[in-house]
């Protein structure tokens, strides 16, 4: 079975709460993923998982051989029994939209705050963004 036919087999949504960048398409092949338990590959015709999201780049791609990069901060990836792949993320944009300088200046204030952090508490929602700057910044330095 040729990769086109297989491509068919596969539903892709993805989503933020600001913007959906697919819903239900057919012509995605594979999709990479940053997961807590490691880079994905999710091929058309993958068996059913579940995944948590980790800071990092969303690589689609497409039947026709175009490729998509997004930068995601965290959420979840579904893969349903009918190959149907469900991406939600808490944070999504393209790779062309992050800005080097604003990713530079958050790295900044989330290590400043997570210094100052009080507690346990804290400390743990600053690592989250000091994660989060790290890898936006990575992604952002991958286009320039």
């Given amino acids: 079975m040729s990769i086109e036919t297989r491509a068919a087999d596969m539903s892709f949504t993805f989503a933020s709460p600001a913007e959906v960048f697919y819903n239900q398409s057919k012509n995605v092949r594979q999709i990479d993923v940053p997961t807590l338990s ?4 999710i091929p058309a015709q993958s068996s059913p998982l579940l995944g948590v999201l980790k800071p990092g780049v969303v690589t689609i791609s497409e039947s026709d051989g175009n490729t998509k990069r997004f930068f995601v901060s965290s959420g979840s990836i579904a893969v349903h029994p009918d190959s149907g792949v469900q991406l939600l993320a808490e944070e999504a944009t393209t790779i062309d939209n992050l800005d080097m300088k604003a990713c530079e ?5 989330a290590r400043r705050r997570l210094e100052s952090a009080q507690d346990d508490k804290e400390k743990a929602e600053f690592q989250i963004e000091v994660d989060c700057a790290e890898a936006a910044l990575q992604a952002a330095s991958s286009v320039s």
């Fill in 105 to 109: 200046d958050a790295l900044v204030d």
């Fill in 38 to 41: 490691g880079n994905i590959v």
